[in-house]
């Protein structure tokens, strides 16, 4: 999962996870968290990902159902 949320990143300009973790209003630990396991994301967690990176459907729907990438 990190490769997608990384390339999403350098599509958007965003250089490092702290930089994606401030925009999305999480703390840098929460997003490693989350990346680490998928499943645990919550539902906003997820939509305040989107808003920022901006995620094709596709990837989107997978990221919605937990499945590591």
């Known amino acids: 999962?990190?490769?997608l949320i990384k390339?999403?990143?350098a599509r958007e300009h965003i250089?490092?996870?702290s930089?994606?973790?401030s925009l999305c209003g999480f703390t840098r630990?929460?997003?490693y968290d989350r990346i680490k396991d998928p499943k645990t994301f919550r539902i906003y967690e997820l939509m305040a990902l989107n808003?920022?990176?901006h995620?094709?459907?596709e990837d989107?729907?997978?990221l919605l159902r937990g499945r590591e990438i």
Request: overall charge negative; charged content about 20%; proline content about 0%.
């Open 60 to 62: 989107f729907l997978m």
């Open 19 to 21: 930089e994606l973790a």
């Open 51 to 53: 808003n920022v990176l």
């Open 7 to 9: 390339t999403y990143m």
């Open 29 to 31: 630990r929460l997003l």
């Open 1 to 3: 999962m990190k490769w």
């Open 55 to 57: 995620f094709s459907d």
């Open 15 to 17: 250089e490092t996870i």
